[in-house]
């Protein structure tokens, strides 16, 4: 009888093994690649949101009659978009915003803060329960700061520290 009866089945056996390794390292390298490209994708929708409100806050940017900036209008410490309402009838989003009906400074802005609310909803991933991803404005000295904080782990929670976010800074 040979020795060596089998030897080649076994050569054959480990060979599969190697390549059914190589195969889920190849199967998890693309889904890593995947999400990786799904939450750049959600950052630069993030930075473009940004910028549309920043552009917004500064083609308002005239001075009411105390002297204080339109732009501080749009500040808000919590905003949540889901709350961000703007009922049909005689309300800033349907009062003007055409050719005929043109807007007031403040109205302008509230018209600004529901489109960008909006643009915020539709853009960003929803995390469980259609929890929606969040936008602030606030102001210090005279640097405005815009963040936006989105739930990218979908873990149902926005948090600074596990969440993706985005924040801007700039003066007017």
Same mark, same amino acid.
């Given at each position: 009888?040979?020795?060596?009866?089998?030897?080649?089945?076994?050569?054959?056996?480990?060979?599969?093994?190697?390549?059914?390794?190589?195969?889920?390292?190849?199967?998890?390298?693309?889904?890593?690649? $995947?999400?990786?490209?799904?939450?750049?994708?959600?950052?630069?929708?993030?930075?473009?949101?940004?910028? %549309?409100?920043?552009?917004?806050?500064?083609?308002?940017?005239?001075?009411?009659?105390?002297?204080?900036?339109?732009?501080?209008?749009?500040?808000? !410490?919590?905003?949540?978009?889901?709350?961000?309402?703007?009922?049909?009838?005689?309300?800033?989003?349907? !009062?003007?915003?055409?050719?005929?009906?043109?807007?007031?400074?403040?109205?302008?802005?509230?018209?600004?803060?529901? %489109?960008?609310?909006?643009? $915020?909803?539709?853009?960003?991933?929803?995390?469980?329960?259609?929890?929606?991803?969040?936008?602030?404005?606030?102001?210090?000295?005279?640097?405005?700061?815009?963040?936006?904080?989105?739930?990218?782990?979908?873990?149902?929670?926005?948090?600074?520290?596990? %969440? !993706?976010?985005?924040?801007?800074?700039?003066?007017?």
């Amino acid at each position: 009888m040979n020795k060596n009866a089998g030897f080649t089945l076994i050569e054959v056996l480990i060979a599969m093994i190697v390549l059914a390794i190589g195969l889920l390292g190849l199967a998890m390298l693309q889904t890593t690649g $995947l999400s990786t490209n799904q939450a750049a994708y959600n950052r630069s929708q993030a930075v473009q949101l940004a910028s %549309d409100i920043v552009d917004r806050m500064r083609t308002n940017n005239s001075l009411d009659a105390t002297g204080k900036p339109y732009a501080d209008k749009y500040l808000y !410490a919590f905003m949540k978009p889901k709350d961000a309402t703007c009922a049909t009838g005689n309300t800033p989003c349907t !009062a003007c915003g055409s050719a005929e009906k043109l807007c007031t400074p403040t109205q302008l802005a509230v018209k600004d803060l529901y %489109d960008w609310n909006q643009a $915020l909803i539709s853009t960003l991933p929803k995390g469980k329960d259609d929890l929606v991803a969040t936008g602030t404005i606030t102001k210090s000295g005279e640097v405005y700061t815009v963040t936006i904080l989105w739930d990218e782990n979908k873990d149902g929670s926005l948090d600074a520290a596990t %969440d !993706a976010n985005f924040q801007m800074k700039f003066r007017l």
